[in-house]
Structure formats: structure tokens, C-alpha cells
């Protein structure tokens, strides 16, 4: 899951929204550093109540990705989008093709969330906007034991940036997706892809509610 799967339910909540973000933020501004649930949950009882609710945030994206990684949905649609990718690109890798179908399913739900619910997008940004960066730094460092002062310019960056928005437009998808396969040190997809994206965007709004049941037939 990315972002918006993992805060959107928690608006209200901006210190947990935070808190859901945090394993994807490590992933740009420090890779070495991981905050397992294990870490989290010692403060989730902080008498800081900001950072009890970042601690519960965290341990929610842990428990986030436990279930949805073994859904039927997810495993069905990252394996179709990697053959399609692959059909589409004999040459390529199978790792690189299997870990581009696994982010193309995420990067797609948050794609999904914003248009069935385009408020949520601002919802998200607003909720980050009120978190004190310097905190979430000071937490990271000890829940981890480690230092991660890259948080402090990162978060201002990302609500200033808005970079989510991107991922509903096929090019600005590409980019962004482009931008992980970087960080990962793979090689950049082409616009030879782009054809692909519209069917996989139909694939997994046509799935969201097996994830979240608000967005099931019967939520709507």
C-alpha cells in the first residue's frame, strides 16, 4: 500500500497520518533505517499524545501491509501488470518486471482514492502539513536508535510538492514511478509503457473495494 490506502481513514489524526508515511519517507530519505512495528509499539502509550498517535500510525501501516500483500486482488493484479510488462518488453528482467507490477497495484489505488474522492487528496496533505518535522525526527531516532535528520526537509518538501496528484495522469505516472525505480537502482521504464497504464487504472478502481469496503457496491 501507499500513502493515501494507508492514511486516508485517519484524517482526522494528523500525528498517526504521519505516522502511516513514515516507513515511505525512511525509503527516500534514509533507506538503511527501518522502523519495524516492533520499535513503534514501545510509544504507543507516550504520555506525548503526538507521539503515541505517530507510534500507532506506524504499527497501522505494518499491519497494513501484512493483509493486503496476501490479498487475492493484490497478488492477481501485480502478476497480470508484470506478464503485461513483459509481454510488452521481452528484454526486460523478471525481477524488474515483478517489482514494477507490485508498485504500479499501489500506485494505482492511490490514483483510484483520488477520484472517487478527490477531497481526500487535500484531506492527506492538509493532515501532514500540521505535524511538527522536527518531532517525527526526534521520534524516528528513538524508536530506531538512529539518527534521520533528512525527515526534518523531507516532510515541508513533500506536502509542498503534492506528488501524488502526479500519479493520475499516465505520464506523470511513468515519471514518478521512474523515480522509485531509481532509488532501487533499476533502469528507467520508457514511454513504450504508457499504453499500458489506462487498462491497469480500470483493473484496480474495478478491485478497490475487495481492499477497503466503503468502495465495494454496497459501501458506495
Not at 533507506?31 to 507516550?46: G, I, L, P, Y
Not at 501485480?78 to 524488474?96: I, T
Request: with cysteine; charged share 25%.
Amino acid at each position: 500500500m501507499n500513502y493515501l490506502a494507508h492514511g486516508f481513514r485517519f484524517l482526522h489524526e494528523p500525528y498517526f497520518v504521519a505516522g502511516t508515511s513514515l516507513p515511505d519517507w525512511l525509503n527516500v530519505a534514509d533507506r538503511r533505517t527501518r522502523c519495524r512495528r516492533r520499535h513503534a509499539s514501545k510509544f504507543v502509550t507516550d504520555p506525548d499524545p503526538r507521539v503515541a498517535a505517530f507510534a500507532r500510525g506506524v504499527v497501522q501501516h505494518h499491519q497494513d501491509d501484512d493483509w493486503f500483500h496476501l490479498t487475492d486482488a493484490f497478488a492477481e493484479l501485480s502478476l497480470r501488470f508484470a506478464m503485461d510488462l513483459r509481454d510488452h518488453c521481452p528484454r526486460q528482467n523478471s525481477v524488474r518486471t515483478g517489482f514494477v507490477g507490485h508498485i504500479l497495484v499501489e500506485l494505482l489505488i492511490d490514483a483510484a482514492l483520488i477520484r472517487r474522492r478527490p477531497q481526500i487528496l487535500d484531506g492527506f496533505y492538509d493532515a501532514v502539513g500540521q505535524v511538527d518535522p522536527s518531532l517525527i525526527a526526534t521520534s524516528v531516532n528513538a524508536m530506531t536508535g538512529r539518527e534521520v535528520p533528512q525527515l526534518r526537509e523531507l516532510i515541508p518538501r513533500f506536502v509542498e510538492v503534492r506528488f501524488l496528484a502526479d500519479y493520475t495522469t499516465d505520464a506523470r505516472l511513468l515519471y514518478r514511478l521512474n523515480q522509485v525505480l531509481q532509488r532501487v537502482r533499476l533502469t528507467n521504464l520508457t514511454e513504450s509503457v504508457l499504453p499500458l497504464f489506462a487498462a491497469a487504472r480500470t483493473a484496480v478502481d474495478e478491485r478497490l473495494g475487495e481492499w477497503f469496503e466503503e468502495f465495494s457496491p454496497s459501501g458506495i
